[in-house]
């Protein structure tokens, strides 16, 4: 069932760090990413005939030509995705309907999400932690977030994502407990992972409920932590995927949906884009939600995990709580969520923190999780979400 | 860039076609732009966001509202408000219908709940007057 004309078929991800040690340029990051994908997959570089990034500092017009130009590859297809954290899922499903459509034949997905090194004359480049601007651009001149909500302190994402679970908790009451919950089993999920950033140190409810309040009701342990870090994926043709190393995941179902930019005038706070989104997905691959094996959610925040499950029509709106509740989200359980550890557990490498889903997913599809296998994984649902609850992708993906 | 006030907290920089709305809130007045089929919205801006035609109007608005969202910020998200932690961060829904993004002021952060009922209050900041609301 479902499209399967495109297949990812390469994958490569950095270990997440708060503190890169090589500074390196977009491009040199992109360069080194793409040399390790094209590996995985098997594939000659001649190959490669489609890119897919995200804006670059170094070209902050005309990205996609001095990519091309830089790692030396004749495109067909060349597209920059601005999304926010859904931006690698959109990407996935571009590269894929590009590929479908016989615009090209084999794309790269680029994610490098690491500092670069400083003008020479300014000396060594020092190093800093990752860490998110606090206005996201959004004070530029004539930018409506700059006069309606940068001047009453609605920036970066923590205090939209809270404002949406004072509501939630408003009308439904969930229980703190209940959100902590997906913050502890994920962290299990990253313990197992050997690059989480959270690797070695596991966590309680307790830990979570009593962890310092950032901005009513999510606490510390409910934020993802800002890493460095960087991933890409390669797909290509149902045709060409056969000779792959590697069992091919079909991309067989994709939807996006967008509304609002600032949380204040989503529609409804508590009926997200993915709902839109996870429909139009599911109805493309032709499959049900009971026959998903694992699900990798956007987890910037526990309450985003939350509504998604909901929205994504796993239970009925309101339910989300009680469906934390009932199921194991561990790998090993009835329920695997965000086997990697999500971000929460395996740090938000900047643009990359979202391609982790996808990623995980493809190695879950492929039978390469290590300690974290789920048996018999077939069937993944991956969702993004970007900036305040407003960018949101949904894919189906399938191993062939 | 944002602009900072001299107390340090950034300040909104109105355009051509939101000017207005801060001049109101020097006078204390809350008014909102009107579009004559679809009604009021927020914010302002160049065409009605339902029917995009440009020939809406403003009409003052009564200033009353319930808190649809909030938070409160106990870090200062924003570096140039870390000295005004904690403060709230609210959804209002206006009673015209449009939500506006505001802070709650007047009351401990603890006091405030979805749903209560708040009204416009106006603090001058230099030479911009920014609209907050307080707990009726």
């Known amino acids: ?400 | 860039m944002a602009k900072l006030a001299s107390d340090g907290r950034p300040l909104p920089q109105p355009t051509p076609v939101t000017q207005a709305f801060f001049d109101a809130a020097q006078d204390q007045r809350l008014i909102l732009p009107h579009c004559p089929r679809e009604g009021y919205f927020f914010y302002p801006r160049s065409h009605c966001p339902c029917c995009l035609k440009r020939d809406w109007e403003w009409k003052p608005a009564s200033g009353r509202g319930t808190v649809y969202a909030f938070t409160v910020d106990r870090m200062g998200h924003d570096p140039n408000l870390v000295n005004w932690v904690p403060y709230v961060v609210a959804a209002i829904e206006l009673e015209e219908g449009p939500r506006m993004t505001a802070n709650i002021v007047g009351c401990a952060p603890e006091d405030v709940r979805v749903g209560m009922p708040v009204e416009a209050t106006y603090e001058n900041v230099d030479d911009v007057t920014i609209i907050q609301f307080r707990l009726v």
């Open chain 1, 1 to 400: 069932m479902g499209k399967r004309a495109a297949a990812i078929v390469g994958q490569t991800e950095w270990e997440p760090k708060r503190e890169w040690d090589v500074p390196m340029f977009s491009m040199e990051a992109s360069a080194q990413l793409a040399s390790e994908v094209i590996a995985d997959a098997g594939f000659e570089k001649g190959e490669i005939d489609g890119l897919v990034m995200n804006p670059i500092a170094e070209s902050p017009m005309f990205g996609p030509s001095a990519l091309a130009e830089y790692l030396g590859i004749q495109s067909n297809f060349n597209e920059v995705v601005d999304l926010g954290g859904s931006t690698p899922a959109g990407m996935v499903w571009r590269a894929a309907a590009a590929i479908e459509v016989g615009a090209c034949e084999s794309v790269l997905v680029l994610c490098p999400a690491v500092p670069p090194p400083r003008p020479t004359a300014q000396g060594k480049a020092k190093r800093g932690r990752a860490r998110l601007t606090a206005y996201l651009g959004g004070d530029s001149w004539g930018s409506p977030q700059g006069q309606f909500e940068i001047p009453s302190g609605l920036v970066a994402a923590t205090p939209s994502f809270a404002m949406i679970a004072s509501r939630y908790r408003e009308q439904y009451d969930v229980q703190p407990e209940t959100l902590a919950k997906v913050a502890v089993e994920q962290r299990f999920n990253a313990n197992a992972h050997p690059t989480a950033i959270f690797r070695d140190k596991p966590i309680t409810i307790d830990d979570v409920l009593t962890s310092r309040m950032i901005a009513d009701p999510i606490r510390l342990l409910e934020l993802v932590m800002p890493c460095f870090g960087g991933g890409a994926l390669l797909l290509t043709t149902a045709e060409r995927a056969k000779r792959s190393p590697h069992r091919p995941v079909f991309v067989s179902g994709h939807g996006e949906h967008l509304t609002h930019k600032s949380v204040t005038y989503m529609p409804d706070m508590l009926d997200t884009p993915t709902r839109k989104a996870a429909d139009r997905a599911f109805k493309m691959a032709g499959v049900s939600r009971g026959a998903i094996d694992i699900a990798s959610i956007y987890d910037c925040f526990t309450i985003t995990v939350l509504l998604t499950i909901e929205d994504a029509g796993f239970c009925k709106k309101g339910q989300g709580g009680a469906f934390i509740e009932e199921h194991d989200l561990r790998f090993n359980g009835d329920w695997p969520l965000n086997t990697h550890g999500g971000q929460l557990g395996m740090g938000q490498a900047g643009l990359a923190g979202g391609l982790s889903h996808i990623t995980e997913a493809v190695l879950q599809l492929q039978n390469r999780a290590g300690k974290r296998q789920v048996k018999n994984a077939n069937l993944a649902y991956v969702n993004g979400t970007g900036g305040m609850m407003a960018e949101q992708v949904a894919l189906i993906l399938e191993g062939a």
